[in-house]
């Protein structure tokens, strides 16, 4: 049975900038702590989104494997405007709910709230789609923000 990963993976191979793909399948690397397949997929992401957000893919792997502080890269992320990802100067290459997955997965569930409370008021936001995100839950985030 064909799994997104899967799916992806073959998407890729013929369309390899097709940034759904590369955004999922690196936030999905980072959920498994997989950084060394993470950090490519969002530095293609970000060479075709948003080529401002080059070192995104390495900040957020090096945050969540311990070696640069996880607070800061979180400080930054939250204070990113709504749908940043499409500013080319934002160095924000990821959709505002892996935003908000993202400073889960980074222990920060408070700046993740401020976040999410903040995007809400904006029309065509997609925090109902961060909401059901695994990682948005207690269990999973804490699993995710331990590595």
């Not at 590369?22 to 060394?36: E, N, R, T």
């Not at 080059?54 to 400080?75: K, N, P, V």
């Not at 065509?124 to 995710?144: F, Q, Y």
Request: charged letters at 20%; aromatic letters at 6%.
């Amino acid at each position: 049975m064909p799994t997104p990963a899967n799916v992806c993976q073959r998407v890729l191979e013929f369309r390899a900038d097709f940034f759904g793909c590369l955004q999922y399948s690196g936030i999905v690397s980072l959920l498994l702590a997989d950084f060394a397949a993470a950090r490519p997929m969002l530095e293609r992401l970000a060479a075709v989104k948003n080529p401002s957000a080059g070192a995104q893919g390495r900040d957020l792997a090096e945050a969540l494997a311990g070696h640069t502080d996880r607070h800061d890269l979180a400080r930054r992320m939250a204070a990113l405007p709504f749908n940043s990802s499409v500013d080319a100067t934002s160095g924000n290459a990821l959709e505002d709910q892996m935003v908000a997955a993202v400073l889960v997965m980074l222990g920060e569930r408070a700046l993740a709230l401020d976040y999410m409370e903040r995007m809400v008021g904006n029309l065509g936001n997609t925090m109902e789609w961060a909401v059901m995100l695994p990682v948005m839950d207690r269990s999973a985030a804490s699993r995710a923000s331990s590595h």
